[in-house]
């Protein structure tokens, strides 16, 4: 009996133009959001914050979804190239000041895990939405519909966006910076989370200008 694939149990049909589509041809985008150091700031600003995301949150007339991601930084690679700086450096005391550098990182991490957070925002549209199209079952039921117009699927991409648009200026206003992902960082995105192993971030952080002299 032939295994089934992982694709069998998602129910994402495809994606394309920047837009996932589920099986049951309901249409999804992905906002990548920006982190606020919401502890440094002061208690006004604080407040101000809030209120602008009560406001935010107020003012939707559909659904969201936060996802928080954290995929873990592979550090090898720059200790790494710090120990080939070191290796060829000829100034003494250079080479020594990048070997005790090179150390103090190695021991940093030493024992932990180093992780990358990244947040989206998940904006949803489906096709009953949409005046004259019945409605696209199949969520938690088998009825689906079994095809996705070319007409239908542009007019609910144009609905799509408009709510992208609207959902990134209520964030922008509580300080954040937003870039809804295109196809390739889809793709990406969803292979990262069901290959969490392969899918390590390298992490390359600027080496001090002392020790490339």
Request: with cysteine; net charge negative; glycine share 4%.
């Amino acid at each position: 009996m032939p295994k089934a694939s992982t694709q069998q149990f998602l129910e994402i049909d495809q994606i394309r133009e920047g837009v996932i589509v589920l099986k049951n041809k309901a249409l999804r985008a992905v906002i990548m959001v920006s982190s606020l150091n919401f502890a440094l700031k002061s208690e006004e600003e604080q407040n101000a914050i809030i209120y602008q995301f009560q406001n935010f949150l107020n003012s939707l007339d559909f659904s969201l979804e936060i996802i928080v991601q954290s995929r873990i930084l592979n550090i090898t690679g720059y200790l790494d190239k710090l120990k080939e700086l070191e290796e060829k450096q000829e100034n003494e005391l250079i080479r020594i000041q990048t070997a005790e550098y090179r150390k103090f990182i190695k021991d940093l991490i030493a024992g932990r895990q180093i992780l990358s957070k990244n947040f989206f925002v998940v904006v949803p549209f489906t096709l009953i939405e949409i005046p004259g199209i019945k409605e696209a079952r199949g969520i938690f039921k088998k009825e689906r519909v079994e095809t996705l117009t070319e007409e239908q699927f542009q007019r609910a991409k144009s609905q799509l966006w408009q709510r992208i648009e609207f959902v990134a200026l209520g964030l922008r206003r509580c300080g954040l910076q937003c870039v809804p992902l295109n196809t390739s960082e889809l793709i990406e995105l969803f292979w990262s989370l069901y290959h969490p192993e392969e899918a390590e971030v390298g992490y390359y952080p600027e080496i001090p200008p002392e020790l490339i002299r």
